[in-house]
C-alpha cells in the first residue's frame, strides 16, 4: 500500500504560479511511478502529469505542457508539481497518485492509489 498526502493549493491570479507536494509513505517511493490528476467540477479525473521511479522520464497533458513541471525527491519521499502561466481553466481539485511500475503513465484509471486531494483555485 502507498500512503498519499497532497498540499500547497489554494486561491491564485490568472498568470500567476503555485507549487503542490504529496507525501509518499508505505511501499518503497524509490521503485514507484507517480502522476498528478485533476477533476474539475462537473468533468471527468484527467491526467495532468507523471514521473518515473527515478525522475528521468516525464509525461505531460499536452493543456499544460510548457507550464507545469513534475518532479520528485525519493531520499524525501516526495513528488512536487510546479505550475506556471496558470488560467482559470486549470481550476480543479489535484490528485496526487501512484502505481507500482516504474513508469508513468497517462490513463488515469492505472493509478490504483490516490490522496485526498487539494483545491487550486485560478481566478480570471
Known amino acids: 500500500q502507498v500512503q498519499l498526502v497532497e498540499s500547497g493549493g489554494g486561491l491564485v491570479q490568472a498568470g500567476g504560479s503555485l507549487s503542490l507536494s504529496c507525501a509518499a509513505s508505505?511501499?518503497?517511493?524509490?521503485?514507484?511511478?507517480m502522476g498528478w490528476l485533476r477533476q474539475a467540477p462537473g468533468k471527468e479525473r484527467e491526467f495532468v502529469a507523471a514521473?518515473?521511479?527515478?525522475?528521468?522520464?516525464?509525461v505531460y497533458a499536452d493543456s499544460v505542457k510548457g507550464r507545469f513541471t513534475i518532479s520528485r525527491d525519493n531520499p524525501k519521499n516526495t513528488v512536487y508539481l510546479h505550475m506556471n502561466s496558470l488560467k482559470p481553466e486549470d481550476t480543479a481539485v489535484y490528485y496526487c497518485?501512484?502505481?507500482?511500475?516504474?513508469?508513468?503513465?497517462?490513463?488515469?484509471?492505472?493509478?490504483?492509489?490516490w490522496g485526498q486531494g487539494t483545491q487550486v483555485t485560478v481566478s480570471s
Open positions: 497518485a501512484a502505481r507500482y511500475s516504474r513508469l508513468g503513465v497517462t490513463t488515469t484509471n492505472d493509478y490504483p492509489f
Open positions: 508505505g511501499r518503497t517511493f524509490s521503485s514507484t511511478a
Open positions: 514521473i518515473s521511479w527515478n525522475g528521468d522520464n516525464t
